[in-house]
């Protein structure tokens, strides 16, 4: 094509050659375990490549070999989820956790360090800060509102501060919608680069891949769980990660011996859904905006995180501005009163869903205190500011009216 198309444009067809499967105008689900090849040569050539016995020629293409290493519907899936972050490679997995542990796995060893920030996805948190200790690896935790000068001298006090291998980055935090500035991560894993370079891995899961590029602001790695906004229908599981072909070649190195690929089903089903990622993110967006500004003043609301609330004139508001393209869609509610309230809310909406997950056509709204951070220690919950009284929605693309139809009657039950 002359024109350079927007990703929007291309996610119908990129990637994807209908002569191939008979003219069908959809890519058709490769159900197979296994392909067959058209000569022994053709067979060992393929091996050669996929095991790094030599380099691939000019425009070689990694033969289809066995589902495990890659399958049709991955590769276009791949392809495709590269346009939005401008990546030059893209592999996708089983879940979200598949692929952060992948590449927690392939990029630490024993004695390294990892720096992550603060609060992280219970998964997330689960793993690195109790599995990854026991394969020797160190582990600190930044806020959100820690300066840099901080940071660094947190690090040097470690005593490992020659191993930090990667920064670890959710912004926004989930649930406070807390901002971090990916440009001063980039700098503080510069700072302590050796010869070989400290990663910035970000989990953009609460953003992307529309309101927010972290490949822009210096990351190396970008990961989702494509259960969220990309497969956006609250009815698969499924993760990526985005990067460099080099970064993503030894990511899917380990992932062949995990085992932990997405199937082919998983990977047709998100192939629709992306067709139809920018106009529900987009509506999502409106409707969240909406919603915030009638209830924004409603008398049992105390107050709504929410990035389009952050004031200007505050660094928060610079790193908006900065780093993000929408204030997104999700709402952090904080009522007044604690637990008793945020339940009475909770369990008198009637089209709002309660239940965890984001980013999907229907709206959902949970506890973060007593679900998605129960594990979270008492003294963090009160410093990250996970409070009782917060309840967390995710908005969908419902008539927005009777979104705050329902949200206003919910309200309406708390004594
Ligand atoms: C849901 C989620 C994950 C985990 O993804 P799964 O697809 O459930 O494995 C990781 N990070 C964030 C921010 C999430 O919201």
Known sequence: MSKKMSPESLMMSYGYKPSLSEGAIKSPIFQT?????????????????????????????????????NNPDLEILENRLTLWDEAEDAAVFESGMSAITTALLQFLSPGD?????????????????????????N????????????????????GCADRLKMVYVETPANPTNHLIDLELCRRVADYFSK???????????????????????????????????IGGHSDVIAGACLGSKEHIAKIKEMRTFLGNMAGPWTGWLLLRSLETLKIRMEKQAENAAYVFNVIKDHPKVERIGYLGAIKEGTPQYEIFKKQYTSAGAMLSIILKGGEKEAFKFLNSLKLIKLAVSLG????????????????????????????????????????????????????????
């Open 33 to 69: 375990s296994t392909f067959a090849f058209e000569s022994a040569e053709a067979g060992k050539a393929f091996f050669e490549v996929a095991y790094g016995l030599r380099e691939k020629n000019e425009g070689e293409e990694l033969g289809l070999i066995y589902s495990r290493l």
């Open 113 to 137: 360090l990892i720096l992550h920030s603060n609060p992280i996805y219970g998964g997330t948190d689960h793993f690195i800060k109790h599995v990854l200790p026991r394969f020797q690896i």
């Open 139 to 158: 582990v600190i935790g930044f806020d959100p509102l820690e300066s840099e000068e901080d940071i660094i001298q947190k690090i040097e006090a470690s």
């Open 195 to 229: 010869e070989e370079k400290a990663l910035v891995v970000v989990d953009n899961t609460y953003m992307g891949p529309i309101w927010q590029h972290p490949l822009k602001f210096g990351a190396d790695l970008v990961i989702y769980s494509a259960t969220k906004y």
């Open 360 to 415: 999907s056509t229907e709206s959902l709204a949970q506890h973060p205190a007593s679900m998605t951070h129960a594990g979270v220690d008492h003294d963090e919950k009160i410093k990250f500011g996970i409070k009782d009284s917060l309840v967390r929605l995710s908005v969908g693309v419902e008539n927005p009216a009777d979104l705050v139809w329902d949200i206003e009657q919910a309200l309406e039950h708390i004594e």
